[in-house]
């Protein structure tokens, strides 16, 4: 594995934004599924001990319900979805880079990510208001989160999911 990420997937986003994912953002054409990410990159390496790490982390948060409600913009016109509630997310992020600190959010450059399921990145404004004006119609979307996931890019440069860890009961 070169890359990795631990990401929660949104396959309830996938009739909504796959198309505009598949045009508007290099990751889903590479393969990755709609998904909020918890930690980018990851370790290249994930032995046993690496997961046992993790399935300790996923087991301490409840399954939880979340609604995509809302869009929502970063700089560079990254269009996203805005999950409801936030805090589940934020809390694995926090966990995930605490027990590993050598894999910093986005490689430090963004201390504090923002959870969001991304349908466009790096597209103008004119067409950042194009999609919101499509998407926001199929609105809201509401999933189950009841793993985390483990997925890496293979030398062909496809991302593929490797393994997930169930995440605590029910809340």
């Known amino acids: 594995m070169d890359e990795t990420a631990l990401v929660v997937i949104v396959p309830e986003a996938e009739p909504l934004v796959a198309a505009h994912r598949l045009r508007h953002d290099p990751a889903a054409a ?3 599924p709609a998904h ?3 930690l980018y990159p990851f370790r290249s390496v994930v032995d046993d001990a690496v997961a046992a790490v993790i399935g300790t982390i996923a087991s301490g948060v409840a399954a ?3 609604t995509f409600a809302r869009l929502g913009r970063f700089p560079g016109e990254v269009v996203h979805l805005v999950p409801d509630p936030a805090e589940p997310f934020v809390r694995l992020t926090a966990e995930t880079s605490a027990s590993f600190p050598d894999c ?3 490689g430090g450059t963004i201390p504090d ?3 969001h399921l991304t349908v466009a990145d790096g597209v103008d404004v004119t067409l950042a208001a194009a999609l919101e004006a499509a998407v926001r119609p199929g609105l809201p979307i509401t999933s189950r989160v009841d793993r985390l996931t483990l997925i890496a890019q293979d030398p062909d440069g496809r991302w593929n999911v ?3 860890w169930p995440l605590g009961g029910d809340a």
């Open 30 to 32: 590479a393969g990755v």
């Open 36 to 38: 909020v990410t918890v």
């Open 64 to 66: 939880f319900d979340v």
């Open 104 to 106: 910093p959010p986005y």
């Open 113 to 115: 990510p923002v959870p």
């Open 162 to 164: 490797v393994r997930h």
